[in-house]
């Protein structure tokens, strides 16, 4: 099993920042990749920023340019770099990884619990 663990949500001004983290415990033999999606009120989740073990990167359109996702491939951790922050960004923002239990199983997908962030304007 794969735990989850964000930190770093709040309430921020719009053009602020602000900086997630994610962290992996639990038992597991490797992540292939972690990265970000978000649900706003009365939305679907949506995708945010995807980084591959490798160090390639994703971003959703709407995040390009503002948002800069990174890893610890040794600690198991994401982070999310969120500047110049807008209203539209507030939202429960969840970590995900695709983390396998053993050499032999295949990968599976694991959700965090979600950290709150809140743009004013």
């Known amino acids: 099993q794969v735990q989850l663990v964000e930190s770093g949500g709040g309430l921020v001004q719009a053009g602020g920042s602000l900086r997630l983290s994610c962290e992996a415990s639990?038992?597991?033999?490797?992540?292939?990749?972690m990265g970000w999606y978000r649900q706003a009120p009365g939305n679907e989740r949506e995708f945010v920023a995807y980084?591959?073990?490798?160090?390639?990167?994703i971003y959703a359109d709407s995040v390009k340019g503002r948002f800069t996702v990174s890893g610890d491939n040794t600690k198991n951790t994401v982070h999310l770099q969120m500047n110049s922050l807008k209203p539209e960004d507030t939202a429960v923002y969840y970590c995900?990884?695709?983390?396998?239990?053993?050499?032999?199983?295949?990968?599976?997908?694991?959700w965090g619990k979600g950290t709150l962030v809140t743009v004013s304007s």
């Open positions: 639990g038992t597991f033999a490797s992540i292939s990749a």
């Open positions: 980084l591959a073990r490798g160090g390639n990167t």
């Open positions: 995900n990884a695709d983390a396998r239990p053993n050499y032999y199983s295949a990968y599976v997908n694991y």
